[in-house]
């Protein structure tokens, strides 16, 4: 038992004053022999017992009482151990030392962080281990990969080990406990010795401790395999969180405004100033204000940026420092194009201006749009072409497709194409239905009832926040009052369909509220479904200006985005398709903004003609260069901003009740870092509470005595 107050035990020395005024009342009294006494001895002799048994009753507990309260005021411990006691076993054993290197470990509230303090540890482990027993070391993030692996560590090795763990930097992945313990328990199937060890230097984040663990530790108590938690980890106060930087459109032009938004979540207490965040593009920095975020409380901050070629780009967004780092910062890899290649294929084409089914279509998104290219071609023609792969195909009254162009397109749409169809008198309902629809798992995103006339007087916009039509919700009602169509495609919707895969954008205001517009999500493409034609043959609506910003926003929302896995999370390896038939020997990734080794990326063909570049998960945030060199087109890089993991930003530690949850039948043995000195022991129980209970107890047990035995009898 240990004492955080040791020096007040001095006052248990007041625990003879019952005793000693016991006695003095005793000697105070004078025996004097008086006759009528001696009539009473009988009668005393009878009570003496019983009376001698009351009054040293009464100085046990006026002892108890002095003795409770000193004890409680000095602060005991109960189950206090040194490390060295910590890690003794009984016989040889094969021991697994796991060092926590998860974001959460760079938590900073004092002097080190918390993998610093970890690492601490981990040295005062191992100089506490004899070359007797094998240890491997492992890193939670990468367990597979061993620092040391069932190695008897002579002096000389076991310095080496300790420099390379003094080398080691925390990643900026998510703890995932699981996958790491079953890492670590086929290890210790490969074991030595019969008495197993695991030895688990953490900070006790409850971020990544799921249910799932409890059958391995319940399994490993009936192997009789030890688990020994070393908790470096502190309280966490407060935090700040960027949780991510998207794109509000999937299209970045050159020369036009780019929006991104960023979500900022403050995690502490106390509300967080408005203050200064760094926006750097490609090495620029520029100052953005932020907006105060109140406590417990996460925010949507606009963010604007402005591009001048055609390239990939890089942007970083960095909130103000606090005790946290790793969540402080955002990288995006921004793809911006010189312009948007839209083919618009015409079911119905005229003879004079606007009298073709896409002329609406074509003025509304080329008109002072430089950077939209549109190409307007007859169906007839369009049928019988190769098929290319523009940005955007729309459909406008286009009477039947073959089943071997519907293929292609569902083969493009997969792949990220914008696909719009316009309905028109010419559109085959039934061969639309059958190819097209395919009872709900083909482009289509309804089924075509009918056709028939329509008497409505305006346009519904869905309130859906990810709607391609959502700008549309900031016009007042009287300009889509003004769209009023004569006739429309009826369509039924399938009531068993996923909702986040089809869904009604917007509404014709009719007693029915029948669909306008429908959307469908078909693999990684977005197809829009007008239940009107493109032209005015079924309503007046593309005269409206209204329906030029309906047309550009739609299309620049569901237009192919050029985002081919160039942004991850740590911990997610790179999986790159190259437009390359030769698959190249070798390349590196090589970091921009951390001072860290090159990686080795493979390569390997998944098609005659493509090949793809992948590489191990990638375990630390930052932006990376793959540079590799191609027979035909010579040296090739590519640019990955990779961002940290921040599900392990959970501001909870587990207490040892929590902990105690996840472990089942396996005994609790929890020691706790205490110092920079490496000074480690466990913090055992504070007793006083129990004490202070005792205390209370002897009192109120007291005064109840003393009342008793000094009634009148």
């Not at 990969?145 to 390379?164: F, G, P, S, Y």
């Amino acid at each position: 038992m240990q004492f955080l107050a040791p020096l007040l035990l001095a006052g248990t020395v007041l625990a003879t004053a019952p005793i000693i005024i016991h006695l003095l009342n005793r000697r105070r009294f004078i025996r004097v022999n008086w006759a009528p006494m001696e009539y009473l001895k009988l009668t005393l002799k009878t009570n003496k017992r019983r009376l001698r048994l009351e009054q040293w009753l009464l100085l046990a507990l006026r002892t108890l009482a002095v003795l409770a309260l000193f004890f409680a005021v000095a602060r005991p411990i109960s189950s206090g151990t040194n490390l060295a006691g910590f890690l003794s076993v009984e016989g040889r054993a094969s021991r697994v030392i796991v060092i926590d290197d998860s974001l959460s470990m760079s938590y900073q509230n004092g002097e080190q962080p918390a993998f610093e303090r970890a690492k601490n540890a981990a040295r005062q482990v191992l100089n506490q281990l004899g070359p007797q027993d094998s240890v491997s070391v492992v890193l939670a993030s990468n367990p597979a990969q061993t620092l040391v692996r069932m190695a008897h560590l002579e002096d000389n090795e076991r310095d080496k080990l300790i420099a390379r763990i003094n080398e080691l930097s925390n990643c900026q992945m998510a703890s995932h406990w699981i996958s790491t313990l079953e890492d670590i328990d086929r290890q210790l199937q490969e074991a030595t010795f019969p008495v197993k060890e695991v030895i688990i230097i953490t900070d006790l984040w409850a971020a990544g401790w799921t249910v799932e663990v409890r059958d391995l530790f319940d399994r490993w108590s009936q192997e009789q395999v030890t688990v020994r938690f070393i908790d470096i980890g502190e309280n966490p106060a407060g935090n700040r969180v960027l949780h991510s930087l998207e794109l509000d459109s999937r299209i970045a032009l050159v020369d036009q405004e780019v929006k991104l938004t960023a979500v900022i979540e403050n995690a502490g207490e106390e509300p967080l100033k408005s203050g200064q965040a760094l926006l750097t593009v490609d090495g620029n920095v520029t100052p953005v204000t932020l907006p105060e975020i109140p406590a417990d409380k996460t925010v949507s901050v606009p963010v604007s940026v402005r591009f001048d070629q055609a390239r990939q780009h890089v942007v970083t967004l960095s909130i103000p420092a606090d005790k946290l780092m790793a969540d402080n910062t955002q990288r995006k890899i921004v793809n911006v194009r010189q312009m948007v290649d839209v083919v618009l294929v015409d079911g119905e084409p005229g003879l004079n201006p606007f009298d073709s089914e896409t002329d609406f279509l074509a003025l509304a998104l080329s008109a002072g749009n430089s950077s939209w290219q549109v190409a307007q071609t007859e169906s007839s023609t369009w049928k019988t072409q190769l098929l290319t792969a523009p940005d955007l195909i729309v459909l406008a009254n286009v009477d039947q497709l073959s089943k071997e162009r519907v293929k292609e397109l569902e083969e493009l749409v997969s792949l990220g194409t914008g696909l719009m169809i316009f309905a028109g008198d010419q559109c085959d309902l039934e061969l639309y239905n059958e190819r097209l629809f395919k009872g709900g798992k083909g482009l289509l995103p309804a089924r075509m009832h009918q056709i028939r006339d329509l008497s409505s007087q305006g346009l519904v916009i869905e309130p859906i926040a990810d709607s391609p039509l959502a700008m549309l919700k900031g016009l007042t009602p009287e300009l889509l009052s003004r769209v009023r169509p004569r006739r429309f495609a009826d369509v039924t919707l399938d009531p068993n369909a996923d909702q986040q895969q089809v869904r009604v954008l917007a509404r014709w205001n009719d007693a029915q509220q029948s669909p306008a517009v429908l959307e469908k999500r078909f693999g990684a493409g977005r197809v829009l479904f007008w239940t009107v034609t493109a032209d005015k043959s079924w309503s007046d609506w593309p005269a409206e200006a209204s329906f030029v910003l309906a047309m550009r926003v739609a299309a620049q929302e569901i237009a192919a985005e050029i985002q081919r896995g160039e942004n991850l999370t740590a911990g997610e390896p790179i999986h790159y398709e190259l437009q390359t038939v030769t698959a190249p020997q070798s390349g590196e990734l090589i970091w921009l903004d951390q001072e860290l080794k090159p990686l080795q990326i493979s390569f390997g063909s998944i098609a005659e003609t493509k090949t793809m570049l992948s590489s191990p998960p990638i375990r630390f945030a930052g932006v990376v260069e793959a540079a590799w060199k191609d027979t035909q087109l010579g040296d090739q890089t590519q640019k990955f901003a990779i961002n940290a993991n921040v599900e392990d930003s959970l501001q909870k530690k587990l207490n040892e009740q929590a902990l105690e949850q996840f472990l089942g039948r396996m005994p609790l043995k929890l020691i706790r870092y205490q110092g920079k000195e490496m000074d480690l022991s466990t913090e055992g129980t504070e007793l006083w509470r129990y004490l202070a209970v005792l205390l209370l107890g002897c009192l109120i047990s007291e005064s109840m005595l003393a009342t008793w035995i000094g009634r009148r009898r």
